[in-house]
């Protein structure tokens, strides 16, 4: 199985798989462990039981993982492959299916284009809040980048309309640097 990329089209759905085996294979070397210990010394004091127990630890920071990742899917592979096509040999940082994790929110986002110190993305999800996550990438971008403009497009057609205007934009430096301290903000 190939390994997606954070940022790659097709992420959130690998992820949710990737992560849900590793939760059922964590959780059976739990049952293991413990039965082997019961089922070999008739007890549970036993080292058996101990590794069962330091055993459920990263079962369950998986577990919270799948359970905040699960409810959101990929973006389009279409509209994935349009963008793509729109900005082929423009150096702009393309970057899709994100879960943005906050302290107070996590976000569904499936596209971010970064180009010219400028951050566009697309949330067509009717529970985003776009005010929130525009100031959230800016407290985050601001202290390391200047970043001249971030806006995020509900409607797909002005979104695609944006990204066609990128072509325009001349690169900054630190775009590639922008997008992957973006990727640091995500599941």
Partial sequence: MKMIQKGEKGYINHRKLVLLLTVLVLMISVAVFFFTGYIRYKSTKTIFTVLAVLMVLPAAKQFVMYAVISSYKSADF??????????????????????????????????????GAKIIGYAPHKKVDIDFITNNLRNVINPYYKINQIKFYTEYDKFKNAVENMKDVESYKYDEDIANLILTQCV
């Fill in 78 to 115: 279409e509209m994935y492959d349009y963008i793509k096509s729109l900005v082929d040999n423009c150096d702009v940082q393309i970057i899709s299916d994100l879960v943005i994790t906050s302290p107070e929110k996590v976000t569904n986002i499936d596209f971010i284009c970064v180009k």
